[in-house]
């Protein structure tokens, strides 16, 4: 008796009939067909998905189980989600860089991430002539569908482009500086950027303390290249300038186009219609105390049901962009190429226009405002029992800050709080003991990396850096969105619905094993085991709580996890230890919450504004949009802080100050401030008349001759030496003596082979590069 296999690889159509072939009872596929299989399958690539692609049953499956995990460990398979991957694999929806055209005319391109070993791969891009599609040129960003090939000597991809990014010129952005001696100067915002000369005729109305967008000229044998202002951003004297050049360097929308304002002032206030009335529901927001928009209200009362005894019902209401944001319109094009909101220290661009965040699905103190609500059943150790969702119109009870809030609970109540203490804010903190309980038994990583935040001066200068209090305030709202998330991505698949989940994968097999040898430099053990949970590292971090190495371990930890992402293919989340998660309760700043909101309104029937079957074939690309936008999001905020700081600090040169080792590298040590939430660099070659070595694994630096170093999350003295305020780099001096590093000299032994080929001899300390 034979057995058949069937089915279409997803990728060329040539390749539809490569594995149709009649299989025995006691076949068992080889290696190169199952990697082959992979490659050729990264959609449909899971245990499972191969073991029924080759007709695999009983013993045969316990074979394939095994013969995956020596893939992996030999690293010729990664695991990703719940799938697998060759190494080095290109997603099935990635954004590309066209990079140049081949001998026959086709596009070249490569991943614009790329994480594998080795040079990116190369992509073929296929265009659909007469189709009406996207048709890309050199230099262009674009996302696109990748498809592996078989074809030794071409690109190991070919591409079906999806969607065009906005061109970028090859303009770069700078301050426009007037010298003393008349001269005009760029001064540069990348700290890889040369400074250029502008000779007046190209000066084109700039002012010094300008920042511009200019075009270099090609460089000449001497001095310093030259350079055209195209166009002049705005000045920097102004407030608020150093977020713009964030805004500007990472390509962030920030000026919402005319049809987007005017259908966002045309949109009239939701009515009662397809909606329950829960005006009279005390439902209270709790926010830092600066915010501007409110979208999410929260209350909670004990379970009068008798079989549920020490139980509590909580309610979760979130403002309901989706009445006001419906596919397809303006409104919608502009929020989804925005992706997020995000959040400078001198200025919000926001997702939505006013109108809309702040003032029709803003959550107001006593206005009416419409909602999507749930409302959760607990019973007394945490575990949900139940949840409903619902459309509604309510009334904000209070509007509270978190500080106020916690201050009521602790005693002193102030007159707002005073009123609801009992019948509101008590009942909410009961309930969040309940929920903890369920909490701790879940056990999702706790990491203790503390949030700072920065301060301004009316002037948009830096004032000082804070590390706010976390209270039980904070991680009682926060709680209560966890469980508000599970909820909408348990209905949605419950409901068969598209949806697009938000989901961390478990640590690479890689970073595992990375992990694992640092730990052992420090006596410290991790479990093997292809199934990580969170309670593993929970463990670690525990055993090093109050220890002298408990910042190291932390951000170690950190950095072995992977990245959090939305996809419309779930894998569950493992930071939260959970199986199933949605982001539903912030559509105000986020698409993706937008996009479940919509899902839950088609799924229950809820009205108007939900779903629709063109958005959900879309799921995939917009997924992919919104990852994206996430990321550009984190980068310029971190880049814009790195600039307020520079700046705050270029008037100290030759100071000192307390810093924490924040990364190693062959190059020389990165360093942070803690005082003010910034790095700087200190190269190798100013360390001292040691010969300094890497080691990779105990993320150190130290010396040839006496085993000394520094490690990662050391804490040291520092000067500050040169700062380069526009571009946010400062370079700094190292005044901690190096100190004894265990194991050093026995991974010496390992290194010294390489080492002469990758490092230069240090020179004499405070020697510039």
């Not at 009872?25 to 191969?50: C, F, T, V």
């Not at 150093?242 to 045309?266: K, L, N, R, T």
């Not at 950095?559 to 949605?582: C, D, T, V």
């Not at 005044?735 to 080929?757: E, N, Q, V």
Request: proline residues 6%; aromatic residues 6%.
């Amino acid at each position: 008796m034979a057995r058949r296999i069937s089915g279409r690889s997803h990728g060329d159509p040539r390749h539809a009939d490569t594995r149709a072939k009649v299989v025995k009872d006691d076949y068992r596929p080889s290696r190169d067909e199952i990697l082959r299989y992979i490659a050729e399958n990264p959609d449909r690539s899971g245990k499972r998905e191969i073991a029924k692609a080759f007709a695999l049953r009983g013993g045969d499956r316990i074979w394939l189980k095994d013969l995956l995990r020596d893939l992996q460990d030999e690293g010729l398979l990664n695991k990703e989600r719940k799938r697998l991957t060759r190494a080095g694999a290109v997603p099935h929806v990635a954004v590309l860089d066209i990079a140049g055209r081949d001998d026959d005319g086709v596009l070249l391109a490569h991943p614009s991430e790329y994480t594998g070993a080795g040079s990116p791969p190369v992509i073929a891009i296929r265009i659909s002539r007469g189709a009406g599609g996207p048709v890309p040129g050199i230099g262009d960003r674009v996302l696109a569908k990748t498809f592996p090939t078989d074809d030794p000597s071409g690109p190991a991809y070919t591409g079906r482009v999806m969607k065009i990014f906005e061109k970028r010129s090859d303009a770069v952005l700078g301050v426009f500086r007037v010298l003393k001696d008349g001269t005009f100067r760029i001064e540069p915002v990348e700290r890889r950027q040369p400074e250029l000369i502008v000779d007046k005729e190209f000066q084109n109305g700039a002012k010094s303390g300008d920042l511009v967008e200019v075009e270099p000229a090609r460089a000449s044998r001497f001095g310093l290249p030259r350079a055209k202002v195209l166009a002049v951003l705005g000045s920097l004297s102004s407030e608020k300038a150093v977020s713009m050049i964030a805004i500007h360097a990472h390509d962030i929308p920030h000026v919402f186009p005319a049809d987007v304002i005017a259908e966002a002032d045309a949109v009239k206030p939701a009515t009662l219609a397809h909606r329950e009335d829960w005006r009279d529901l005390p439902l209270v927001t709790i926010d830092p105390a600066d915010a501007k928009d409110h979208d999410d209200a929260v209350f909670a009362e004990p379970d009068t049901d008798e079989k549920n005894p020490g139980g509590v019902v909580v309610t979760v209401a979130i403002a309901d962009v989706a009445a006001y944001v419906r596919y397809g319109t303006p409104l919608d094009r502009e929020a989804l190429k925005r992706g997020n909101s995000v959040y400078f220290p001198d200025r919000v661009v926001p997702m939505l226009p006013e109108r809309i965040s702040n003032d029709l699905c803003s959550l107001r103190e006593g206005e009416d405002r419409p909602a999507i609500a749930v409302r959760m059943t607990f019973s007394s150790e945490g575990r949900k029992l139940r949840h409903s969702f619902h459309r509604v119109m309510m009334k904000s009870a209070a509007k509270l800050a978190y500080p106020q809030a916690q201050a009521a609970i602790d005693g002193m109540p102030d007159d707002k709080t005073r009123p609801i203490l009992d019948g509101v804010l008590k009942p909410l903190w009961h309930a969040y003991a309940v929920l903890k309980r369920g909490r701790d038994a879940r056990q999702p990583l706790e990491l203790d990396l503390p949030e700072r935040k920065i301060l301004l001066k009316p002037d948009g200068t830096v004032d000082r850096v804070i590390v706010p209090e976390r209270l039980d305030a904070h991680k009682l709202i926060e709680e209560f969105m966890i469980q508000a998330n599970v909820a909408a991505a348990e209905t949605l698949e419950g409901k068969k619905e598209p949806l697009v989940y938000r989901i961390h994968d478990a640590p690479s097999l890689a970073k595992q094993e990375s992990l694992r040898d640092f730990l052992q430099t420090l006596s410290l053990s991790l479990a093997r085991g292809a199934q990580m949970r969170p309670s593993q590292f929970n463990g670690i971090l525990e055993r090093v709580r109050g220890a002298d190495n408990e910042a190291l371990v932390n951000e170690v930890v950190l950095r072995s996890q992977s990245q959090a992402e939305y996809s419309p293919k779930n894998i569950g989340h493992f930071g939260l230890n959970l199986r199933r998660y949605a982001h539903f309760t912030s559509p105000i700043r986020r698409y993706a919450d937008l996009i479940v909101h919509r899902g839950l309104i088609a799924a229950i029937g809820l009205g108007p504004g939900g779903l629709t079957q063109q958005e959900a074939e879309r799921l995939e690309e917009v997924a992919a949009l919104i990852s994206a936008t996430e990321r550009r999001a984190m980068a310029a905020e971190r880049d814009t802080v790195d600039r307020l700081v520079a700046a705050y600090l270029a008037e100290r040169i030759n100071d000192t100050f307390d810093a924490r080792i924040s990364g190693v590298t062959k190059a020389g040590l990165f360093v942070q401030l803690p005082q003010y939430g910034a790095d700087g660099f200190i190269p190798v070659s100013s360390l001292g008349g040691d010969y300094y070595i890497y080691d990779e694994t105990a993320r150190s630096l130290y010396g040839e001759r006496t085993g000394k170093g520094y490690q990662l999350a050391d804490r040291v003295e520092v000067r500050l030496v040169e700062v380069a305020p526009m571009a946010g780099a400062m370079r700094f001096e190292m005044l901690t003596d190096p100190k004894p590093l265990p194991g050093s000299r026995r991974s010496f032994h390992k290194a010294k082979g390489r080492a002469r080929a990758s490092q230069s001899r240090s020179g004499p300390r405070g020697r510039r590069r």
